[in-house]
């Protein structure tokens, strides 16, 4: 089964669990195995996360909203993230390493683990930063 | 999220509840923290949470580290299936106390 849907969401901590509940949504209707379907809502969540956390760093709110778009087509999954927050320099966009042990930057892990590929796209028209997570399923 | 707090002796019991996320982050470290802050050893119950983020890993993480600090111990238990395997794929199994 083919399908393709989006939404967008205000940029904002509240927003994680719309996002959870979006997802949750697409995969059901995809019928995904339960930890199959919940690992990848991490990784989307976790992703929508370091936007609100890293690309509105310093800003207390805003209007802005971010827009999330779930495809799958010919069993490769393709989940793209818009933004218009800071420019993310992909180079430096790393996680800890796991032995130090220390609170924060584990999303992007989680992400990695999670997921076959995560490529920032320069087809952004309109958006400041293009995300797209991929895994075939 | 949701909490319940109950205490025996040296003994705090934090029952959580709800998916732990960025959006609540702040209010659970609010819960926990000043407890271990007070030399009690901390039991957090996870039955009732059966989501947990990179965010909810960091506080699990701090927790421990605090207690360190202040010589006692935190000791998750009933963890979810779900949220065992975010803390599994933290390899965070042989850190934290898990029950």
């Keep these: ?137 | 999220m949701s909490y319940k707090v109950t205490e025996e002796g040296n003994v705090a019991t934090i029952h959580l509840d709800g998916e732990i996320d960025m959006d609540v982050t702040e209010k659970a470290k609010e819960v926990i923290l000043p407890i271990v802050e007070s030399g009690k050893e901390v039991h957090l119950n996870l039955s009732q949470v059966q989501y947990m983020d990179s965010s909810g890993i960091s506080v699990l993480i701090e927790s421990h580290q605090k207690a360190l600090e202040n010589n006692t111990k935190v000791v998750v238990k009933e963890v979810s299936k779900s949220v065992l395997k975010v803390i599994m794929m933290a390899k965070l199994e042989q850190i934290l106390n898990l029950e």
């Design chain 1, 1 to 137: 089964m083919d399908l393709s849907e989006s939404k967008d969401f205000l940029v904002h901590t509240a927003s994680l669990k719309e996002v959870r509940v979006f997802s949750r949504e697409v995969f059901d209707k995809l019928k995904l195995d339960n930890d199959l379907k919940e690992e990848l809502v991490l990784a989307i969540a976790e992703a929508a996360q370091n936007i609100v956390k890293h690309g509105y760093k310093g800003v207390d709110s805003t209007t802005d909203r971010m827009e999330i778009k779930i495809s799958l087509k010919d069993g490769k999954l393709e989940i793209g993230f818009f933004d218009k927050g800071k420019p993310v320099v992909p180079e430096n966009v790393q996680h800890r390493q796991l032995d130090d042990i220390k609170p924060g930057g584990l999303g992007t892990f989680f992400i990695k683990q999670i997921m076959d590929a995560a490529v920032f796209k320069k087809d952004q028209k309109g958006w400041v930063n293009h995300l797209v997570l991929t895994k075939k399923i």
